[in-house]
């Protein structure tokens, strides 16, 4: 039973019965019912997407991703090859500095000073303004703050709450922009091409999120449709900075005022080539594996939790309708948590106390920064497409499912003694009364 789950470290205890019936006379070929199982349920893989929660389905999720990716470079998967003469770049946006966390830098091949400031230069509490050192990796001041109280807690987290809005904002920013740069409106530019992405989000050690993405023009059809000889790789990269420069979000206003959020400074655009020795820019295979990489990773990699903070029954307000949560008695928080004894980063800890502290402010409920707090304020997608990338993971999934059925049809009729493949694949499964524990 563990082995047909893949390895799957949590899987779901379904109980119930199932029936294998002819699909031609409706014959009972064979009957099961979990009650029959020593322990009274069979057991089906979570499918969780973290790794940090089940590595064998998270393998499986990344696998997908991979192929979803691809397909939408390489074709295949119901794609055309001709969707690689496409135009299309990978991009890489990332968050505004909310303060100065250790880093390291490298050039040419040589780690450099982390911060190079003046040495006797130092911030309004006293500490120094800078760092001297050069980090290694596995240094764990990595993306720490030099001065906590300098660092700007709140303007970070509600950054994090409007991550997924920016890049929406940034979508249709894109599209405008291509179609100013060749002279027709919106709506016109539609009707000749169409912008084309998929992306994925990453988690920085300072906690703060930045998404890599594939940028790609098609025709108004999508990838099955070449765009306009007008459509070409420098349009695209023209269109991506001036787009970025322009989106702004602005937060609901509370009683730290409100904000207008952008994106960061940096930015990078690499072309994507179908050479893989290729010098200039970033091969097809390395593009999708990098994305399918990072669809599995979550915020653990900022020095946080995998799990939920907030309580079930009351999300974290710590009420239930109009009385006091009978589960969390007011604290909003799991039962026997706390987040001092949290086992996360010192900078991760004030990351979830500003989430948990701007959470409670009734102006700022609509950002659920409570139940996400644990993902440091971001609450959107880790992984998104737009509909005419590629294929989607649901057909990809219903591919190995249908195979996998067929296996085990084709296994019945074989211990029943049947030869005759075309009937066997008329059999259908009854499954009556299944049910999660």
Not at 119 to 129: I, S, T
Request: aromatic content about 6%; hydrophobic content about 35%.
């Amino acid at each position: 039973m563990v082995a047909a789950t893949g390895g799957c470290a949590n899987p779901v205890h379904l109980s119930g019965e199932t029936a294998v019936v002819d699909g031609r006379t409706g014959e009972v070929l064979h009957e099961y019912r979990t009650a029959d199982e020593p322990t009274g349920f069979v057991l089906v893989a979570c499918g969780n997407r973290r790794a940090s929660v089940c590595q064998a389905c998270s393998a499986i999720y990344q696998a997908d991703t991979f192929q979803l990716i691809r397909a939408g470079l390489s074709g295949g998967k119901g794609v055309p090859e001709s969707v690689s003469r496409h135009p299309r770049v990978f991009v890489t946006l990332t968050a505004p500095s909310f303060g100065s966390v250790h880093t390291r830098r490298e050039k040419d091949g040589r780690v450099r000073t982390c911060r190079p400031r003046a040495r006797d230069r130092v911030c309004q509490h006293g500490l120094p303004a800078g760092c001297h050192m050069r980090h290694e990796v596995a240094d764990e001041r990595l993306g720490q703050p030099l001065c906590a109280e300098c660092y700007d807690y709140p303007g970070a987290v509600l950054w994090q709450a409007h991550a997924g809005a920016l890049w929406h904002r940034f979508t249709a920013e894109v599209r405008r922009e291509l179609a100013r740069l060749s002279g027709m409106s919106r709506a016109a530019f539609g009707e000749l091409a169409r912008v084309s992405f998929a992306k994925v989000a990453e988690y920085q050690r300072r906690g703060l999120v930045h998404f890599h993405a594939v940028i790609r023009l098609d025709g108004p059809g999508g990838g099955a449709d070449a765009p306009p000889e007008w459509a070409d790789h420098e349009l695209l990269v023209r269109a991506i900075g001036p787009a970025i420069r322009r989106v702004k979000v602005r937060t609901p206003r509370s009683r730290l005022g409100w904000r207008e959020l952008l994106w960061g400074d940096q930015l990078d655009i690499r072309p994507i080539v179908m050479d893989e020795t290729a010098a200039a820019g970033l091969s097809e295979r390395a593009v999708a594996s990098y994305i399918a990489k990072y669809a599995t990773k979550g915020a653990e990699a900022s020095g946080t939790v995998d799990h939920r903070l907030s309580c079930p029954v009351c999300k974290g307000c710590g009420r239930e309708r109009f009385m006091v949560c009978g589960r969390c008695h007011g604290t909003g928080l799991k039962p026997g948590l706390h987040l001092d004894a949290l086992p996360v980063t010192e900078h991760a800890r004030r990351m979830i106390r500003t989430c948990w502290e701007l959470g409670g402010w009734p102006e700022l409920a609509e950002l659920r920064l409570r139940p996400w707090a644990h993902m440091l304020g971001f609450r959107g997608h880790f992984s998104t497409k737009s509909r005419r990338y590629s294929t989607t993971l649901g057909d990809l999934r219903r591919v190995r499912v249908d195979y996998r059925a067929g296996e085990a049809r084709t296994a019945w009729a074989a211990s029943l003694g049947r030869r005759d493949h075309t009937r066997a694949r008329a059999l259908a499964v009854r499954r009556d009364g299944l049910h999660t524990r």
